[in-house]
């Protein structure tokens, strides 16, 4: 496939940032995003180029690193995927594709296609960890029972990424789909009861300080999270959330 790149370049934090137009030429319906973008990055540095900025680690859809805005969607036109997954078969010859950095007020630009989200990490030490009992008299967790229902959905909120594209594609820049997945892990099952009072309190408040927006129930953050988080977590966040003011 012969593509027409539109790149979102930005030399800091300061700059106003730019599409700029790049070409690539016989990349492999079998490449992924990622693979196809460091074959552009080549090209660059053999010319003497700055290459792209673009975050990555894992490459297989684990570390929620690779934070792309694909033609005007987070990761791409593909579901349940991240970036590094997005095959290039989704693409056709000739195609000319918009990448953009993940926007948010709450995820400033460090540098072409890579954001800060380090309000995600902020969000979570304000609550997203349990206590451990060493009073000697500590109970095996595997001695406390737990319903199926209640761990499958426990699992499922786990599986968040911390990627951002719920709040990348949010109008409103919100982050209650990470944040109900967060609180929703601990929520449901027994060992998250001990904090669970001050931890969606807490949570909250931080997510607030951040400069995330509210949610207006649009729904894009689930269709567009590439662990399938469902809305169902926002409810239950609220609801603790009601719950925790009242007691507090
Ligand atoms: S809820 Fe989904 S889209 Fe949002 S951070 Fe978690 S994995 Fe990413
Ligand atoms: S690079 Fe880790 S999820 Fe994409």
């Known amino acids: 496939m012969n593509l027409t790149l539109k790149i979102w370049r930005?030399?800091?934090?300061?700059?106003?940032?730019?599409?700029?137009e790049?070409?690539?030429?016989?990349?492999?319906?079998?490449?992924?995003?990622?693979?196809?973008?460091?074959?552009?990055?080549?090209?660059?540095?053999?010319?003497?180029?700055?290459?792209?900025?673009f975050d990555h680690d894992c490459r297989e859809g684990i570390c929620?690193?690779?934070s792309m805005y694909i033609n005007g969607e987070?990761?791409?036109?593909?579901?349940?995927?991240?970036?590094?997954?997005?095959?290039?078969?989704?693409?056709?010859?000739?195609?000319?594709?918009?990448?953009?950095?993940?926007?948010a007020k709450a995820?400033?630009?460090?540098?072409?296609?890579?954001?800060?989200?380090t309000s995600f990490?902020?969000?979570q030490q304000a609550g997203g960890y349990i206590s451990v009992n060493t009073s000697g008299n500590t109970q095996d967790a595997n001695a406390i029972p737990i319903s199926k229902e209640a761990a499958d959905k426990a699992m499922d909120a786990a599986?968040?990424?911390?990627?951002?594209?719920?709040?990348?594609?949010?109008?409103?820049?919100?982050?209650?789909?990470?944040?109900?997945?967060k609180v929703s892990q601990y929520a449901l099952l027994p060992q998250g009861q001990v904090e669970a009072t001050d931890r969606v309190l807490n949570m909250v408040a931080q997510?607030?300080?951040?400069?995330?927006?509210?949610?207006?129930?649009?729904?894009?953050?689930?269709?567009?999270?590439?662990?399938?988080?469902?809305?169902?977590?926002i409810a239950r966040m609220n609801r603790e959330y009601l719950s925790a003011s009242l007691k507090g």
């Open 121 to 123: 990490e902020r969000i």
């Open 107 to 117: 995820f400033p630009v460090i540098k072409d296609l890579v954001v800060d989200r």
């Open 22 to 53: 790049y070409k690539v030429t016989d990349i492999s319906e079998h490449m992924s995003f990622l693979e196809m973008m460091d074959v552009l990055n080549e090209q660059l540095i053999a010319k003497g180029e700055e290459p792209v900025a």
């Open 10 to 20: 930005q030399k800091s934090a300061k700059d106003k940032g730019q599409m700029v």
């Open 64 to 66: 929620g690193m690779c």
């Open 159 to 181: 599986t968040c990424i911390g990627c951002g594209a719920c709040v990348a594609t949010c109008k409103n820049s919100s982050a209650m789909l990470f944040v109900g997945a």
């Open 74 to 103: 987070a990761h791409g036109p593909d579901r349940g995927v991240t970036t590094c997954q997005l095959h290039m078969r989704m693409f056709n010859d000739g195609d000319t594709i918009y990448i953009e950095p993940f926007r």
């Open 207 to 233: 997510m607030d300080a951040e400069g995330f927006g509210n949610c207006t129930n649009t729904g894009a953050c689930e269709i567009e999270c590439p662990k399938g988080i469902s809305l169902e977590n």
